[in-house]
């Protein structure tokens, strides 16, 4: 099997979400001496630029996404040791969360396995996540990006005190916010002083490649 074949193998698996076949070719892929950051950028990050650009053609749908994504976090786990071994960059580092009130994640996991897919280091808070404690997670990673997600229109608010949360804590002006969920609008994001708003994981990845550009 030849260098380029195996990369081949391992964009063909994430592409099709087999994460049998991902592990494998991946596990091939480090066997024939290829680095680390190769089968992360060609491999990985490459399937998943083209499962965002199948979304937004309409030839994938959320299903197919969502395969996809857990494809290639199966293959980055065996991947991971290696990046870190070899001083490989995430392209940013992003902390996401269902804000405090909501107890919705399929959205915003699907979220973070997609910008995970395209390069960045992802801490994922979990649901229900109060301001301080975005805060907290801020202050001890680093980030340059929050991702705040809320399904029930009741939780909207909790968007707002989260950002003004950054704000008194003095890390506002260091952070890109990012906002998405089914309630959420462009004009709503605008009003409590976001960065961006994604309607969608696809445009989630877009988004967050543009803010750290």
Do not use: W
């Not at 491999?43 to 979304?55: K, N």
């Not at 749908?61 to 071994?85: K, N």
């Not at 995430?90 to 902390?95: C, D, F, S």
């Not at 462009?186 to 002083?193: E, L, V």
Request: proline share 3%.
């Amino acid at each position: 099997m030849t260098t380029n074949a195996n990369l081949e193998r391992v964009y063909e698996a994430v592409l099709c979400g087999d994460r049998e076949a991902a592990v494998a070719a991946t596990r091939a892929a480090v066997d024939d001496r290829l680095s680390a950051a190769s089968i992360l950028n060609q491999g990985l990050i490459r399937a998943m630029d083209e499962v965002g650009r199948r979304f937004e053609n309409g030839d994938y749908f959320v299903p197919e996404m969502l395969i996809s994504a857990r494809a290639m976090q199966t293959a980055l786990e065996l991947l991971r040791p290696l990046l870190v071994d070899s001083d490989v960059k995430p392209a940013g580092k992003m902390v996401v969360g269902t804000v405090k009130g909501d107890l919705h994640d399929i959205g915003k996991n699907l979220v973070a396995m997609m910008i995970e897919g395209a390069g960045f280091e992802i801490i994922d808070l979990g649901a229900d996540v109060a301001p301080e404690k975005f805060v907290s997670a801020v202050r001890d990673s680093g980030a340059q990006l929050v991702g705040l997600s809320a399904l029930l229109t009741t939780t909207l608010p909790m968007m707002q005190r989260t950002i003004q949360a950054f704000a008194d804590a003095g890390l506002r002006d260091q952070l890109k916010v990012i906002v998405a969920g089914a309630p959420v609008t462009t004009s709503f994001a605008a009003a409590i002083g976001t960065d961006s708003f994604a309607e969608n994981a696809s445009r989630a990845v877009t988004v967050a490649k543009s803010l750290v550009a």
